[in-house]
């Protein structure tokens, strides 16, 4: 009778297949984590790598989950932007406080604006274009607060104005427009050498005498008319026109 061989022992190498499963495995636990927590990029490579030396692709992998990870989201950067912009009406609020101008400037916040009102007799003396030393001054406090929100601001506009110093007779249209133009754009050249915004964000209007606030009969209505206006937009806001804006500033400074 023929003697049965005896069967072969397994050359072990079975045991390499239970432990590559089991590396899988452990590694799919980590990917897991990973993917509920920050981790240090550098640190999470090597440590995939010391589970096996030859995952380069699964390091490719990580790299790209990590950078994708740096995009902003829209609705986080959007949030992000309009808490930056309140901040400044903040920080301009401040500035008119500490300064006790409060009797001579109307702040006012606005869906994606700020609206600032000047009398006149901040800057300007009689009918100079020239800033007055005090009115640098005001300009300086404003340039600070304005600074830390340079990145979310679409535009600065500065607005000059002048009124009717005759009830019943208009001013020379060339000089008071020539007058309330030099005005504005005195203010604004001194905003830019600050170098808050790009030097295109900057706009300069004189609108004369034709855009009044108050009546031209007594010398106070006359006074209110003489101002200089800012208004600083963020970016994407609504665009609107200026008798927008006044209708929304005045009904909330009634």
Not at 13 to 29: A, E, I, K, Q
Request: charged letters at 30%.
């Amino acid at each position: 009778m023929r003697k049965r061989r005896k069967k072969k022992p397994e050359n072990g190498s079975n045991w390499m297949d239970t432990y590559g499963d089991m590396v899988t495995l452990l590694l799919c636990f980590f990917v897991l984590l990973y993917s509920i927590s920050s981790v240090d990029q550098s640190k999470w490579i090597k440590l995939v790598e010391s589970f096996n030396p030859d995952a380069k692709e699964v390091s490719q992998i990580v790299t790209d989950t990590v950078a994708d990870g740096n995009d902003e989201v829209p609705g986080n950067a959007e949030a992000t932007e309009e808490a930056v912009f309140d901040e400044l009406y903040e920080r301009l609020k401040l500035a008119v406080e500490d300064a006790g101008i409060e009797t001579e400037v109307e702040l006012t916040k606005g869906d994606g604006y700020t609206f600032v009102r000047f009398r006149d007799t901040m800057f300007f003396d009689g009918d100079s274009a020239v800033i007055r030393p005090e009115g640098k001054v005001i300009l300086d406090r404003f340039a600070e607060a304005i600074a830390p929100a340079s990145d979310v601001i679409q535009e600065i506009q500065v607005l000059g104005h002048t009124t009717q110093a005759l009830p019943n007779q208009q001013n020379d249209v060339v000089s008071d427009r020539v007058l309330s133009s030099e005005r504005a754009a005195n203010v604004t050249g001194y905003l830019q050498q600050k170098n808050l915004v790009s030097p295109d964000k900057l706009v300069s209007v004189g609108y004369g005498q034709f855009r009044p606030v108050a009546p031209f009969d007594t010398e106070e209505n006359r006074s209110k008319n003489r101002r200089v206006e800012i208004i600083i937009t963020k970016n994407n806001s609504i665009q609107r026109s200026l008798d927008e804006y006044y209708a929304e500033v005045d009904g909330k400074n009634e």
